[in-house]
């Protein structure tokens, strides 16, 4: 499972790079599940102890959609 983000995008957007967007969107997104209640339960847990439907359904609306890849080969690009 992955996502990307070019800094161009990003820039765009937001007029920051493209780790500060990555890195910002998700803790907006985990802070908005939160705050609504969807991720709310009594006592101290972990973001991977909650259930990921609901952020998974909802990142790709804030900028980071999400691709998965089984049993193949990632492509690697040597001029990068």
């Given at each position: 499972?992955?996502?990307?983000?070019k800094?161009?995008?990003?820039?765009?957007?937001?007029?920051?790079?493209?780790?500060?967007?990555?890195?910002?969107?998700?803790?907006?997104l985990?802070?908005?599940?939160?705050?609504?209640?969807?991720w709310?339960?009594?006592?101290?847990?972990?973001v991977?102890?909650m259930?990921?439907?609901?952020?998974?359904?909802?990142?790709?609306d804030?900028?980071?959609?999400?691709?998965?890849?089984?049993?193949?080969?990632?492509?690697v690009?040597?001029?990068?």
């Amino acid at each position: 499972m992955y996502n990307n983000c070019k800094h161009q995008d990003a820039y765009r957007d937001v007029n920051g790079q493209g780790v500060a967007y990555t890195t910002g969107v998700p803790a907006m997104l985990g802070a908005k599940l939160m705050a609504t209640g969807v991720w709310m339960r009594s006592g101290v847990f972990n973001v991977e102890e909650m259930n990921p439907d609901p952020f998974m359904e909802q990142i790709g609306d804030y900028g980071l959609p999400w691709n998965v890849v089984l049993n193949e080969p990632l492509p690697v690009n040597e001029n990068d």
